[in-house]
């Protein structure tokens, strides 16, 4: 099933017994039952044959659906379902929901017994995953401490201004309001996040389709969305859309609507990652951090020619990156003689508690893309402060910090 990662992905992670019940009761496709004498994995082929067999069409309905349920296991997905279990369950359902075992059985009970709660919690994934991204984001400054307005008059009249603006009937916008903790980036300490999903339907879209052995049009309605963020702790209000010049306006809704109060329209800076100061051998300041240590574990560039390197260094290797790029290209070998397009920081964090040691692995290449958006709450507030602290962000239009800590590590 090459076309469907996500249905694959899951039917590996389930219960045989589990996926098919799942894939029964939600689609009505029979599968065949589980042999007691077989293996999972021959369980597993015996399922995987029957949705190979589907037509691509339908085996597609599956794969979205799939995918939104994965889209709640990974570390970032996991944090976003916590967040949400102490509001969302009785005792008895929390009790159930404690008991499964694994993430992929949380999310798949999420979406198969909570339905509103899944779609709020899949927005608030999503929204984590395009947070700072340049394509989607932008970010206003609001005032601080305000509490988001819970009354029906205010929701329908945000309902409404929203679908002027959107230039929609008010039937073809949904709105999601709710509020959530996520770690202070500075403090870790867990601080209030509202977050606003706003939903319309698209004017409806001819695709060619085959029904029957003929080719027909079809008439497909799509929905897009747009998440707004607003933190008391900071004022800031953040809104990802793809839509650029409608920001503003949806920030202006919010802030009249919702949070019932003045909105200059300034804008937050855009963080931008810079580690080109990785090109020199240098120290990484850990005070007052539960880190162990830190080593650039990986740095890469690209020439002119789109000749590229790519050195790497193991946890153990006694030498760090920028003595075994000289043992493996020559005494001479700088990277200061190039521009970086890649780099991987290796972040091992102490036991604390119940906690184990691990490493954080923070990815960061081209102009402006890094992989702790996409991880735990927890972790990405400790990654972005530790960043900020290595001068390794910066913000869009501010001074460059020059190189810091160029001493040997």
């Not at 599968?31 to 589907?54: S, Y």
């Not at 390197?309 to 990156?321: C, E, N």
């Not at 184990?356 to 990405?380: F, P, Q, Y």
Request: aromatic share 6%.
């Amino acid at each position: 099933m090459n076309d469907a990662e996500n249905l694959a992905k899951l039917l590996g992670h389930l219960k045989p017994e589990l996926f098919r019940a799942f894939i029964k009761e939600e689609f009505g496709l029979a599968m065949p039952e589980p042999e007691k004498k077989q293996t999972k994995t021959e369980q597993r082929e015996a399922m995987a044959a029957v949705l190979a067999a589907l037509p691509v069409s339908e085996r597609q309905k599956i794969e979205e659906v799939a995918e939104k349920i994965i889209l709640l296991t990974d570390g970032a997905g996991q944090d976003v379902v916590d967040g949400f279990r102490a509001d969302i369950f009785d005792d008895a359902d929390r009790a159930a929901f404690d008991a499964l075992r694994d993430q992929y059985e949380r999310a798949l009970w999420l979406y198969s017994n909570a339905e509103a709660i899944f779609k709020e919690a899949l927005d608030a994934r999503q929204a984590d995953v395009f947070r700072q991204s340049v394509s989607c984001y932008s970010g206003f400054v609001a005032p601080k401490s305000l509490t988001m307005a819970a009354d029906e008059k205010a929701k329908e009249s945000f309902h409404e201004n929203v679908a002027r603006q959107l230039g929609c009937a008010k039937d073809d916008v949904a709105i999601q309001i709710f509020k959530r903790l996520r770690p202070n980036t500075q403090t870790g300490d867990d601080v209030d996040l509202y977050q606003i999903s706003v939903h319309h339907n698209r004017p409806p879209e001819i695709i060619d389709c085959v029904q029957a052995s003929e080719l027909v049009a079809q008439e497909v309605v799509r929905a897009v969305s747009s998440h707004i963020t607003y933190e008391p702790a900071n004022g800031h209000l953040e809104v990802l859309s793809k839509e650029t010049d409608g920001r503003e306006a949806l920030a202006r809704i919010v802030a009249d609507c919702l949070l019932q109060s003045p909105f200059s329209g300034e804008k937050i800076p855009l963080k931008q990652y810079d580690y080109q100061s990785l090109a020199a051998p240098r120290d990484f300041d850990l005070s007052g951090e539960n880190v162990a240590s830190v080593r650039v574990a990986e740095l890469g560039y690209s020439d002119s020619d789109n000749r590229s390197l790519l050195v790497k260094v193991g946890a153990k290797d006694p030498d760090g990156i920028h003595a075994a790029a000289k043992s493996l290209v020559g005494p001479s070998f700088d990277f200061r003689h190039h521009h970086l397009n890649y780099a991987r920081l290796s972040i091992r964090l102490k036991k604390v508690g119940r906690e184990r040691a691990r490493t954080i692995s923070v990815i960061l290449r081209e102009d402006n893309k890094c992989n702790i958006k996409t991880k735990r709450e927890k972790d990405r507030a400790l990654c972005d402060r530790l960043l900020a602290k290595w001068k390794l962000i910066k913000e869009i239009g501010g001074v460059v910090a020059p190189p810091v800590d160029a001493v040997a590590a």
